[in-house]
Protein backbone atom coordinates (compact mmCIF):
# COMPACT_ATOMS: atom_id res chain seq x y z
CA UNK A 1 0.00 0.00 0.00
CA UNK A 2 1.44 2.80 -0.90
CA UNK A 3 1.78 6.59 1.23
CA UNK A 4 -0.61 7.67 -1.05
CA UNK A 5 -3.60 5.36 -0.43
CA UNK A 6 -2.98 5.52 3.60
CA UNK A 7 -3.60 9.07 2.81
CA UNK A 8 -6.67 8.85 0.95
CA UNK A 9 -7.98 6.41 3.36
CA UNK A 10 -7.25 8.68 6.60
CA UNK A 11 -9.02 11.66 4.66
CA UNK A 12 -12.41 9.39 4.71
CA UNK A 13 -12.12 8.74 8.26
CA UNK A 14 -14.46 11.21 10.13
CA UNK A 15 -12.25 14.07 12.11
CA UNK A 16 -13.06 12.13 15.34
CA UNK A 17 -11.27 9.23 14.12
CA UNK A 18 -8.61 11.31 12.69
CA UNK A 19 -7.03 12.16 16.26
CA UNK A 20 -7.13 8.32 17.17
CA UNK A 21 -5.46 7.44 14.05
CA UNK A 22 -2.58 10.14 14.78
CA UNK A 23 -2.76 9.04 18.42
CA UNK A 24 -2.00 5.31 17.00
CA UNK A 25 1.10 6.86 14.48
CA UNK A 26 2.46 8.85 17.73
CA UNK A 27 2.58 5.76 19.74
CA UNK A 28 3.94 3.49 17.24
CA UNK A 29 6.97 6.13 16.58
CA UNK A 30 7.37 6.70 20.75
CA UNK A 31 7.36 2.62 20.54
CA UNK A 32 9.94 2.35 17.67
CA UNK A 33 12.44 5.05 19.07
CA UNK A 34 12.22 3.48 22.99
CA UNK A 35 13.17 -0.02 20.95
CA UNK A 36 15.84 1.75 19.16
CA UNK A 37 17.55 3.13 21.92
CA UNK A 38 17.53 -0.16 24.15
CA UNK A 39 19.74 -1.69 21.18
CA UNK A 40 21.54 1.12 21.16
CA UNK A 41 22.22 0.30 25.02
CA UNK A 42 23.07 -3.68 24.70
CA UNK A 43 26.73 -4.79 25.59
CA UNK A 44 28.76 -5.18 22.68
CA UNK A 45 31.19 -8.58 22.79
CA UNK A 46 34.70 -8.02 23.18
CA UNK A 47 34.57 -3.93 23.87
CA UNK A 48 37.36 -4.76 25.88
CA UNK A 49 39.20 -7.32 24.50
CA UNK A 50 43.32 -6.25 24.68
CA UNK A 51 42.70 -3.49 27.41
CA UNK A 52 43.07 -5.93 30.39
CA UNK A 53 45.96 -8.59 31.28
CA UNK A 54 45.64 -10.94 34.10
CA UNK A 55 48.48 -11.71 35.94
CA UNK A 56 50.37 -15.37 35.48
CA UNK A 57 50.29 -15.58 39.05
CA UNK A 58 46.37 -15.89 38.94
CA UNK A 59 45.74 -19.22 39.74
CA UNK A 60 48.34 -19.57 42.34
CA UNK A 61 46.89 -19.72 46.25
CA UNK A 62 47.03 -16.21 47.98
CA UNK A 63 49.49 -16.09 51.18
CA UNK A 64 46.50 -15.07 53.18
CA UNK A 65 45.04 -18.22 52.85
CA UNK A 66 47.93 -20.71 53.16
CA UNK A 67 47.74 -23.54 56.25
CA UNK A 68 50.27 -22.20 58.87
CA UNK A 69 50.69 -25.26 61.41
CA UNK A 70 51.62 -23.05 64.49
CA UNK A 71 48.22 -21.01 64.64
CA UNK A 72 46.31 -24.20 65.26
Known amino acids: MSQAQIFEKIKM ?3 AYQQEVE ?3 DF ?3 KKT ?6 NK ?3 IGLLKGKMK ?3 DFD ?3 ND ?3 NDQNI
Open 42 to 44: KRK
Open 28 to 30: ILQ
Open 65 to 67: FKC
Open 13 to 15: IPT
Open 34 to 39: KNDLEE
Open 60 to 62: EPL
Open 54 to 56: MSS
Open 23 to 25: DFI
